[in-house]
């Protein structure tokens, strides 16, 4: 039968009248950027992930850059943050001139370890950026006494883990500031790209406004040199629509998670991820762990289930970044010893029994073998 690594399209129908007349609601009044569907957005995300404010912006990658840019974060200074993610939490870094400083993860979560952060804290560091990957909160409570002593911003990217919680707390409400992504495959995805940033500081979240709209304090009057990164409408309504929904898809992906660990506890080369029991966990991804996971991921694909490396590589082995002034390339055990070792299984709302079972039985077949 085969079953994708991640079926969009039951997104869409699930909230497809809704869908079409917000497209043709859109069209016929030509209001394509701004207005109240993407205040509405803002005010929705801003309750439910439990801040004051929010700032729409074009993708999530922006959304980091805004708040680094807007806390004043550049030139020599440094960055904390994991070598396990997606490369933009890394480049916006880059981007505002600031060192990105990697600190290995703990196995299983793939999370930034926080027992070793503090060895790499220096006169220069001004923020750690935790990643909740997969779905999952870091420790909060560790990072937040660190950042503490040191008197350090902690900045969530939160792009995996919207509606994710921490004791109680929705990832996005855990730090400083929080970027999130509305790129389709995310927990809420859009029909493009989006993003937005959520905090509890109305100076920040005011001056992330300001970059975001050209440095444009009242018209044509520019006090700062900012971007463009702007949510469209047509994103925002469509946002709106699922968000009502996240919590229910959510779920799903965590039923899936719990049917996949009760029925592959059985074989033993397979390393379950790590769910920690201090909050939610949304599984933006299951990820498993395996000596032979490549060959796992043909083996799949070959029977026509949807499988990827998550990791191929761990960012500190981007020969890229020996390019950025500063950076020096640690040793980073547990992050290399993960790279081409973890594999994404099927995990999304929608997916049947039927698949999971497909899936299970694919994985029973390779080892068998
Ligand atoms: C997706 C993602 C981003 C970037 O978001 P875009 O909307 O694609 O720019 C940043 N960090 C992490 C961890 C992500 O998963």
């Known amino acids: 039968m085969g079953v994708p690594l991640l079926d969009l399209t039951l997104q869409y129908t699930q909230l497809k009248e809704e869908s079409d007349a917000l497209w043709f609601d859109v069209m016929s009044k030509a209001a394509y950027i701004g207005g109240s569907r993407v205040e509405q957005l803002e ?4 309750q439910y992930c439990g801040v004051n404010y929010c700032v729409a912006c074009a993708n999530g990658t922006d959304a980091l850059f805004l708040i680094l840019e807007a806390l004043g974060i550049g030139r020599g200074d440094e960055v904390i943050t994991t070598p396990w993610t997606f490369f933009a939490t890394l480049e916006c870094i ?32 001004k923020a750690i950026m935790p990643v909740h990957i997969y779905g999952q909160c870091v420790d909060m409570d560790a990072l937040n006494d660190i950042a503490q002593r040191h008197d350090l911003v902690i ?32 927990n809420l995805g859009g029909a493009g790209d989006g993003g937005c940033i959520t905090t509890d500081d109305k100076e920040l979240a005011d001056r992330m406004r300001l970059v975001a709209r050209h440095g444009e304090a009242s ?68 990820v498993l762990k395996s000596a032979r996971a490549p060959e796992i991921v043909a083996y799949l694909q070959q029977q026509g289930i949807g499988s990827a490396l998550y990791y191929p590589k761990s960012l500190h082995e981007q020969d890229v970044l020996l390019k950025v002034p500063g950076f020096v390339r640690p040793s980073l055990p547990v992050a290399e010893d993960s790279a081409s070792k973890t594999f994404a299984l099927p995990c999304y709302p929608g997916i049947t029994r039927e698949q999971q079972d497909e899936v299970i039985a694919a994985l029973g077949a390779f080892f068998a073998s």
């Open 219 to 286: 018209k044509y009057l520019h006090t700062t040199f900012g971007v463009n990164s702007r949510l469209d409408a047509l994103q925002a309504g469509l946002l709106s629509l699922r968000l009502a929904k996240l919590d229910e898809w959510n779920n799903q992906r965590r039923e899936a998670a719990a049917y996949y660990r009760q029925h592959l506890a059985a074989i033993t080369e397979l390393e379950l991820p790590v769910e920690r029991d201090w909050g939610k966990m949304v599984y933006h991804l299951f």
């Open 94 to 125: 880059v981007h505002v001139g600031a060192t990105p400083v990697l600190v290995d993860i703990e196995p299983g979560t793939y999370n930034i370890d926080p027992a070793l952060i503090e060895a790499h804290i220096s006169g220069r560091t």
């Open 43 to 46: 005010e929705e995300i801003a």
């Open 155 to 186: 900045i969530e990217d939160a792009c995996q883990a919207i509606g994710a919680t921490y004791k109680g707390k929705r990832a996005g409400s855990l730090g400083r500031a929080a970027a999130f992504s509305f790129f389709p495959t995310k």
